[in-house]
């Protein structure tokens, strides 16, 4: 079956504009991760959704960074006022049920770049 | 709060050479502990995982992982590399208190030589 797709697979932008980031889970799979990889760095947490609701926010560095996934399927990952900082590749996880022990699927990543 | 340290951001072996991928943890529970690879242009792939039970954990493509919490550690290996396993190699940790998500190292790209 498919695996997490990702859309779009790069986006360059200029600071200050406004980005939007899809995630296209395994079906069925009731979690969902977004995670942000950093040159030289391992993924980096944002935040994980239980089925329609943010579980856990904790990771999202700012209040420009804010995500939805309103029918508990695709998520997406938006961020306001984009900074150069923000460039990075922005991975998708999924998961069949969300707890410590459940393999997490990867997608392939959004690659971002904020001119 | 939890922590993973991946000793040496680059290993260089030859083909057919023993694969040791060094990851030391910390975490004040029980941990959950994980080993992803990262093809180019590819997502992030479970290789193995350690959750509860036998110390010693098999994963695909031969490698394996023990899990020593005497020493705060679950090192990564295989005996034999192959210049397929050429790629970047993370370890991660989740533990009940900190919820599901992965906390992980900054990982170790591995190369092999002919």
């Known amino acids: 079956g498919a695996g997490v797709s990702q859309t779009p697979s790069n986006k360059v932008t200029e600071k200050g504009k406004y980005v939007e980031l899809r995630c296209d889970p395994i079906?069925?799979?009731?979690?969902l991760y977004w995670y942000r990889q950093s040159l030289g760095q391992g993924p980096e947490f944002l935040i994980y959704?239980?089925?329609?609701?943010?579980?856990?926010d904790s990771g999202l560095p700012n209040d420009r960074f804010f995500a939805v996934r309103p029918e508990g399927s695709v998520s997406t990952l938006k961020i306001q006022r984009t900074e150069r900082g923000d460039s990075a590749v922005y991975l998708c996880?999924?998961?069949?049920?969300?707890?410590?022990?459940?393999?997490?699927?990867f997608g392939p990543g959004t690659r971002l770049t904020v001119l | 709060a939890q922590s993973v340290t991946q000793l040496g951001s680059h290993v260089s072996v030859s083909e057919g050479a023993l694969v040791l991928l060094r990851c030391n943890y910390s975490?004040?529970?029980?941990?959950?502990l994980f080993w992803y690879v990262q093809y180019p242009n590819q997502g992030l792939q479970l290789l193995l995982k350690?959750?509860?039970?036998?110390?010693l954990v098999k994963g695909i493509n031969g490698f394996e992982a023990e899990f020593k919490k005497s020493e705060t550690s679950f090192h990564l290996t295989k005996p034999s590399a192959h210049m397929s396993d050429a790629a970047e190699y993370f370890c991660?940790?989740?533990?009940?208190?900190?919820?599901?998500?992965?906390?992980f190292g900054k990982g170790t790209t591995l190369s092999v030589s002919s």
């Open positions: 991660a940790v989740s533990d009940i208190q900190a919820g599901t998500a992965l906390i």
């Open positions: 959704f239980q089925g329609t609701g943010a579980a856990d």
């Open positions: 975490s004040s529970v029980p941990p959950y």
């Open positions: 079906s069925g799979h009731t979690a």
């Open positions: 350690y959750t509860t039970g036998a110390t």
């Open positions: 996880a999924s998961s069949f049920l969300g707890d410590q022990v459940s393999e997490q699927f």
